[in-house]
């Protein structure tokens, strides 16, 4: 079954820590991961995009990284802001654009 | 310009109406999508257009009607919707529904509320 776990459900940090969100996944066929973040009541806007050859790209302070091989992915945040509070999303495509399975999201809150 | 459009914001309709929802895109995009999420749970697909023919129907009920005029416009058409169709609806497109690497560009949704 093409499924996206993701962990954890929810994590509470203080302004300026850094944290690490996971991502694990049966998606099959592989074609790539996505991370989104989405903010309460409003659409996901795209951090990162990679393929199968890809171990690691970065979008400022946000930098994923992928396992193809254990079919695990990272997202991480170096010195949060407020504005980090979201829900992060993984996001596996199986080929075409529309074939996307989505995580559940873990919801991030920073605290001042 | 990487934006989606989306009207209205806010909806709330009763179960005897006809509405519409609307989005728009300027990026010369020719793959749009509807979503539903509902709180604290991912998206779901509802329709995809590639070149401004429905090419996927996620099995969605006939109370929801997608529509889209030109490259530019999608719209979802809404009759006779039961309470538990309150949700978000989110509008995306892409360069195209097919292979490649690219984004899916969201809308700020509209959050619609049947009464």
């Known amino acids: 079954k093409n499924q996206v776990e993701q962990s954890p459900q929810s994590l509470i940090i203080l302004e300026g820590k850094n944290c690490t969100l996971q991502c694990n996944y049966t998606v099959s066929p592989f074609s790539n991961l996505r991370w989104y973040k989405q903010d309460t009541g409003r659409g996901p806007v795209s951090l990162t995009i990679m393929t199968f050859s890809e171990n690691t790209k970065s979008n400022g302070r946000y930098t994923a990284t992928l396992d193809a091989d254990t079919k695990q992915s990272s997202l991480h945040i170096t010195a949060s802001q407020l504005s980090d509070s979201a829900s992060y999303i993984c996001?596996?495509?199986?080929?075409?654009?529309?074939?996307?399975?989505f995580g559940k999201g873990t919801l991030l809150t920073v605290n001042p | 310009d990487t934006e989606v459009t989306q009207t209205p914001k806010h909806l709330v309709m009763g179960m005897t109406n006809k509405k519409s929802l609307k989005c728009e895109q300027h990026?010369?995009?020719?793959?749009m999508y509807w979503y539903k999420q509902k709180a604290k749970k991912p998206p779901e697909l509802m329709f995809v257009?590639?070149?401004?023919?429905?090419?996927i129907n996620e099995s969605v009920p006939s109370r929801f009607s997608p529509e889209c005029p030109n490259s530019s416009l999608l719209n979802l058409h809404l009759h006779a919707l039961q309470p538990e169709d309150s949700a978000l609806y989110l509008c995306?497109?892409?360069?195209?529904?097919?292979?490649?690497?690219?984004?899916?560009?969201f809308g700020p949704g509209t959050r619609l509320t049947v009464t």
């Open positions: 257009y590639s070149y401004e023919k429905l090419s």
């Open positions: 990026m010369g995009h020719r793959a």
């Open positions: 995306a497109s892409s360069q195209t529904p097919g292979e490649g690497l690219y984004e899916q560009y």
């Open positions: 996001v596996v495509s199986r080929g075409s654009n529309y074939k996307l399975t």
